[in-house]
Every structure is written in structure tokens, then in C-alpha cells.
């Protein structure tokens, strides 16, 4: 039990001294035990810390999903790890269909609700493998790690029709809303980071224009 602060146990510097006799035997061993308790609490309370600034430097705050910074770093390490491997992977946007109207009808704070249940049901619905990140205003994005195209599109379908099913209540309103996913797998021909994230938003795109409320896949057109 330590003497000082808070600790379940003491925390201890301990030396041993060799007493030796006038023959130059040792005879006697001195102990000395020093309660360094507070000083090892204090280092403890500095490391958790620095953890949690580091965990905040590459966190976005509303939604406790990586920040674009921070996710930009791991696309790029998962891009080349990918080119390494030569493995499946596939990159996932995501859009909260009409965002502006969900603002303009129930004011913001509703709509940084409307956030945080978008990022709470991407969080569920993704392995802890799986990467995601708040890539804008309403947009976001996962890489899915060891996944095809097809698994990509079950993700995203999954995704699609957990959001379409839940009502988010904000003050006495009731909100209902929808959202749009492009899928790019991983592909040879993606020679950066930035052209795969290029492929995923021109599918996002095709499924806002094509009606949203969908799932859309990148294909590269024919001989290309």
C-alpha cells in the first residue's frame, strides 16, 4: 500500500547495499526502499495525456471519426501496402443526401445530430480492421481493408438501408433522411491515393445524380 497519492499499490525505488566485514566478506545486505508513488502517478498522468492530445490532433471532434488529415495518412499507407501486396481493398464515400434542407428545416444543432448518427451507424457497421474518417461537411469515408468489390457493395447496401431505417429525434422533431455511397475497389490501374479517392467520388457522384438513396460502383470505362 503506498504511503503517498492514490495508487492501488506503491510504487518503489529500491537499492541494495552489500555490508562487508572487516575481512572484506560480505556479511550484511542493506535495503533501502524509496515510495516514489507520486512521482510515477504524475508520469502516468502525463503519458495518458499526450495520448489523449494525440488521439484529439487527428480526431474530428463531433464525430470522433478520423479527421481528413489523419485519414489521408492512412490511405496512403494502405495505398502502398495494396500496391505491395497486390491484395483486394476498396475506398467508400459517403454523402447525407440533402444535408442543406435537414439544416435549413430543423437548424444546425439538428443537423450536427444528423452527423453524429451518420458516424454512429458507420462506426457499427464497419469491422475494427476497417478505417473511416469525416472527409467534409456531410461526407464521409472507409477504407475496407482485405475487401472486394462485391463485400464493398454488401457494406454499402448495409450501410445505406440501416440510415433509411432510423429516425433521428432532435428537440420535438422527428428526422428522417437517406444517403448516397460510390464504392471504388482497388484496382491496378489506380496509380495514387488521390485517384482513388478520384474514382470513389465520381461514383458517389453517379448515385446523387442517379437518384440518391443508392449504392454506386466504379468502373472504368471499357479499353481504358
Request: glycine share 8%; hydrophobic share 35%; proline share 3%.
Amino acid at each position: 500500500r503506498p504511503i503517498t497519492g492514490a495508487a492501488e499499490f506503491m510504487y518503489q525505488n529500491i537499492t541494495f547495499i552489500p555490508l562487508t566485514s572487516v575481512t572484506g566478506e560480505v556479511e550484511y545486505i542493506g535495503v533501502v526502499i524509496n515510495d516514489v508513488t507520486d512521482i510515477a502517478m504524475s508520469r502516468q498522468d502525463l503519458e495518458a495525456a499526450n495520448l489523449e492530445l494525440e488521439h484529439l490532433s487527428r480526431s474530428d471532434r463531433l464525430t470522433r471519426l478520423n479527421n481528413r488529415g489523419y485519414f489521408e495518412e492512412c490511405l496512403q499507407q494502405e495505398f502502398r501496402r495494396l500496391k505491395r501486396t497486390h491484395g483486394p481493398g476498396a475506398l467508400v464515400m459517403i454523402d447525407i443526401d440533402h444535408f442543406k434542407k435537414v439544416n435549413d428545416t430543423y437548424g444546425h444543432p439538428a443537423g450536427d445530430e444528423v452527423i453524429r448518427q451518420t458516424s454512429d451507424r458507420l462506426r457499427e457497421t464497419m469491422r475494427n480492421t476497417d478505417i473511416a474518417g469525416r472527409y467534409g461537411g456531410e461526407e464521409f469515408v472507409a477504407i475496407l481493408v482485405d475487401t472486394a468489390a462485391d463485400g464493398a457493395q454488401i457494406f454499402a447496401e448495409r450501410l445505406r438501408s440501416v440510415v433509411a431505417a432510423q429516425t433521428v429525434r432532435h428537440d420535438q422533431h422527428e428526422i428522417r433522411y437517406t444517403i448516397s455511397l460510390g464504392v471504388a475497389e482497388m484496382q491496378e490501374r489506380i496509380e495514387s491515393p488521390k485517384q482513388w479517392i478520384e474514382c470513389a467520388d465520381r461514383a458517389l457522384y453517379e448515385a446523387k445524380h442517379g437518384g440518391r438513396n443508392r449504392v454506386e460502383l466504379h468502373r472504368f470505362p471499357v479499353g481504358v
